[in-house]
């Protein structure tokens, strides 16, 4: 928070107008005036704390009610007698000194209950008020306090971090201060001489404090990671925003040893890991928070000067360490190199923005805190300036969610109680005309006013940006594709800020912008019923053969993600937005492996086939007896990717790294150290595909899309997703087999051959009978349990197949879905109302009934014959006795003789 003289006095002096309504908004919301705010509930009651010393509270994030007394010197409420309780941190900073001469600077607190905190008296727990004290930009302290009532007072404990130290001797004075600089001034030689802290000589420019590399210390927050540990993450203009683990037991810093992280990022003894900004440029007002839902900590910062006119705006980056790297939806770190393009870094949240139904314009949105409540929803609290002239502020609060990429949309108008709905919305209620605004990447300051678009009937966008839309099936989930740019989110009916309830959108795009459409009409919709969801591309089926060498495996998923194996995907470059593909769909062995724009045709169709819990085979839709491989077994950069026949060797296998919502493909050949790179970043239909150093870069990352195949007329095995077992008609009974039989399946020791292979029968209905060898269905009774009986094509023997968003298919039949049931004895199936869980989804893998192959060789060939005519001659083995019984009465004799000749005559 860049305060300067001026401003903290224009600022100082209009917190107090708390009662002030800065627009006319929701009726008679109570609004209040609360900077930098950071929110925490407590026992049902939401509390903003902010600078200079204001806070508030709330029951319902919509009317709130100060209850701080700002900087009253004495009976203050939060720190009681202000300049004795702080006298430590303001030694330092923050009372009469440069840009706070003749006041104070205390700014930005951080409110958290620590269970495990030791008070001066014995006791356990208590609310730690993390806060800081400022002179200049760069010249600061982070310090502490502790409370038993989260409203205070709050005894100052002691100070953590100091920035702004010099190297020598140097002073600064007031009529009342007269501080020396230098470092020793601070707790840095304490903390030396404790052996906590290195000295570094990099903390120094000329003599001076080097704030290029340092942060201002200042704008604490506390987050936790999946371990319970403490962090606090803070900083400023203009060397970084750093973190820090706390001792929960003291509220002290755990100070690492100086050095570098994995990633090359600065990492200080005393300051601590580096994990945004740097090199002079804005970010402030870090604030970290995890989401247990997209397994992602989510790092927000404040670029731009805070004034209405200084382009302040929020943005958002992640990472799955609570200790970073963080990077935005383009890939781009949080930590900045030198000479940045500000601009470019960072998911912009929102900028200055102005729709029809606001008075005057939002201005300067920033410095937000994050709250998911207790029923797992999320909010995003900031505050905000307006276009009136003045530097007035009041807190604002907008639902947040986040997007099937899981990254953060925030609703375009502040909370209202309104509710997303988990259905989504009917269509006549989303067409319609819109004011669209695209917050884009700048921090110029500029106000972004609305353009009229309208979403179509069709599922296009007309007006001053063209594109298309859709809604998902199964909720408010939204795509809106603008210029060739895919934006994710969330359609949404809610208030606007007169009260009206209207259809809105928000989505994000992996180019760091944010785009928000509101209609004006009033919404009288309700939420859509929404049936089974059946995702099927009608225009593609399930057309590649099957691999009877391909080792079985019981492992359902690719390396350890939550892709399915033996589902087909289109693998699409992150940078070209190209797909995998085979040149004009050539099955020849060495055939070259390129990019090319979608066509949703077999050559860009590929099965993924788990080999274990790391490695997987890349199968090709056209025949699954070929897949992708490297030329040669070798980790060297530049090795070729080609379609091989399949061996199983180490230069087919391959592994996924997960990056955010991309994947990095690499190759068991280099000890996943290289992996697929699309060779010099190309763009270009026909760009090479090859193996190198894997780094993470735009051109190494893939998307995997679920093709989503029609299901042909054929044989199928069935595996239920929630079980991992196999649909299995052993004995003629219809029931569910451990996993482990796959192997027996492919072994000799099987007793009955082809039991789980299905033959699936379309109906002039689109409904599809389900038939074993033996001639049973699959068959509902009256109490929805299923059974195999046998064909009678009743219309309890016809279901839907159905395939799910994330290429697994369902049974369905009058609207219910048929589920998987374990109960003390066994696993059986019955029709149950749809849920979309994982004992609802099956793995479809084409089969074909292998009975007849008497030799086990994959094929049934008059060898076959051979091989049972010397088995009944002259009791010579066969290979497998279990294909031998051509006609399932458990011997195998004369009878399957004949019935083989027939088989191999047809």
């Known amino acids: 928070m860049k305060l300067k003289k001026l401003i903290s006095a224009v600022v100082s002096g209009c917190i107090f107008l708390s009662t002030f309504t800065g627009m006319t908004s929701l009726a008679a919301n109570q609004r209040v005036s609360v900077h930098d705010p950071s929110i925490v509930k407590n ?64 700014w930005a607190p951080d409110v958290v209950w620590d269970a495990d905190y030791i008070n001066s008296d014995g006791s356990k727990g208590a609310y730690l008020m993390y806060f800081c004290t400022s002179s200049t930009y760069m010249r600061s302290v982070i310090a502490y306090a502790a409370a038993k009532n989260i409203e205070g007072p709050y005894t100052f404990v002691d100070t953590l971090i100091y920035s702004g130290f010099t190297n020598n001797d140097a002073y600064v004075k007031s009529a009342t201060k007269n501080v020396n600089k230098k470092y020793t001034s601070t707790n840095i030689d304490e903390l030396i001489a404790a052996g906590q802290v290195s000295f570094n000589n ?35 203009w203009s060397g970084g925003i750093f973190t820090l683990e706390i001792d929960p037991k003291t509220g002290q810093c755990i100070h690492p040893k100086t050095g570098t992280t994995s990633d090359g990022r600065m990492v200080d003894s005393y300051f601590g890991t580096k994990i945004s900004g740097g090199y002079g440029k804005s970010g402030e007002g870090p604030f970290i928070e995890y989401n247990a839902d997209t397994g992602y900590y989510y790092l927000w910062v404040t670029f731009g000067g805070l004034t209405s006119t200084g382009g302040y705006n929020m943005r958002v980056f992640r990472s799955a360490s609570p200790l970073g790297p963080f990077t935005d939806p383009a890939g781009r770190q949080a930590v900045l190199p030198t000479n940045p393009n500000l601009d470019s870094t960072g998911l912009k949240v929102m900028g200055n923005y102005k729709f029809s139904s606001l008075s005057k314009a939002y201005m300067a949105c920033g410095h937000n805190s994050v709250l998911r409540d207790d029923d797992g929803k999320w909010y995003l609290v900031y505050h905000t300036r307006f276009d009136d002239g003045a530097e007035f502020h009041e807190v604002r609060v907008h639902s947040m969610y986040f997007n099937e990429e899981g990254w953060p949309v925030v609703a375009p108008y502040e909370y209202a109680g309104d509710e997303i709905s988990t259905s989504g919305y009917n269509d006549s209620d989303i067409i319609g005309d819109y004011e669209f605004i695209n917050h884009g990447t700048s921090t110029d300051g500029k106000i972004i006013n609305y353009s009229s678009i309208k979403l179509n009937a069709d599922g296009t966008i007309s007006g001053p940006v063209t594109g298309k839309w859709s809604q998902s099936q199964e909720s408010a989930a939204a795509e809106i594709t603008i210029g060739g740019q895919k934006y994710s989110g969330y359609f949404l009916a809610a208030k606007d800020e007169n009260g009206k309830k209207v259809m809105s959108f928000t989505a994000v795009g992996s180019n760091n912008q944010t785009v928000w459409g509101v209609q004006t009409k009033e919404f009288n919709g309700k939420e859509r019923q929404v049936g089974i969801p059946d995702y099927t591309d009608k225009d593609s089926k399930i057309v590649y053969s099957t691999n009877f060498l391909l080792p079985s495996s019981c492992i359902p998923y690719i390396s350890s993600t939550e892709l399915h194996s033996d589902v087909s995907y289109y693998i699409i470059n992150r940078n070209s937005g190209k797909v995998v593909d085979l040149p004009n769909g050539s099955l020849d062995i060495g055939t070259n492996i390129q990019q090319w724009e979608f066509n949703g045709s077999w050559a860009q169709q590929w099965k993924l086939t788990a080999i274990d819990e790391k490695y ?8 699954e007896h070929k897949c992708i491989g490297l030329a040669e077994n070798s980790g060297s950069d530049g090795v070729n990717l080609e379609l091989q026949e399949f061996t199983g060797a180490e230069n087919q296998k391959f592994m996924l790294k997960k990056q955010g919502s991309y994947y990095g493909i690499v190759t068991a050949s280099s000890n996943e150290k290289s992996g697929f790179d699309v060779y010099e970043w190309s763009k270009e239909n026909g760009g090479n595909i090859n193996q190198w150093e894997y780094r993470g870069d735009d051109c190494q ?7 989503h195949p029609a299901v042909a007329d054929g044989s199928y095995s069935i595996r239920d997703i929630s079980s991992d077992c196999l649909y299995n008609s052993s004995d003629r009974e219809f029931g569910l087999d451990s996993y482990m039989q796959i192997h027996e399946i492919n072994g000799d020791s099987l007793n009955h051959a082809d039991d789980h292979i299905w033959k699936f029968n379309k109906l002039d209905d689109g409904s599809y009978t389900i038939i074993n060898k033996y001639g049973d269905a699959l068959t509902s009774d009256s109490a929805g349990n299923i059974t195999a009986k046998e064909y009678t094509a009743d219309s309890s023997q016809k279901f839907r197949v159905t395939c799910n968003k994330d290429g697994s298919y369902s049974f369905v039949q009058n609207e219910k879905c048929v589920t998987v049931i374990s109960n003390s004895s066994a696993l059986t199936c019955r029709l149950e109302e749809y849920m979309g869980t994982e004992n609802q989804k099956i793995i479809l893998t ?55 000749r027939k088989l191999l005559i047809t």
């Open 701 to 707: 990352l893939f998307s995997l899309e679920p093709v």
């Open 43 to 106: 026992n049902g009651i939401y509390y903003v704390f902010g600078s200079h010393i204001e806070a508030a509270k709330t029951t319902d994030l919509r009317n709130w009610k100060r209850f701080s007394n700002g900087y009253a010197t004495t009976n203050n409420v939060e720190f009681g007698n202000l300049s004795q309780n702080l006298q430590k941190a303001f030694a330092w900073s923050g009372e009469d000194l440069e840009d706070c001469a003749g006041g104070f600077a205390v």
């Open 616 to 623: 997987f085979y890349i199968l090709s839709a056209g025949d």
């Open 846 to 900: 084409p089969e074909k009934l292998r009975t007849g192959d008497v030799n086990y060789d994959t094929d049934i060939t008059v060898a076959d014959l051979v091989m049972l005519q010397k088995f009944l001659l002259k009791n010579e083995p066969v290979t497998n006795s279990a294909y031998a019984d051509i006609n399932y009465d458990g011997v195998v004799d004369i009878f399957d003789s004949i019935g083989l």
């Open 202 to 236: 990099s903390w120094f420019r000329n003599n001076d404090f080097n704030n290029q590399l340092f942060p201002n210390a200042i704008d604490p927050t506390i987050y936790y990671d999946t371990n319970g540990k403490m962090y606090m993450c803070y900083g400023s």
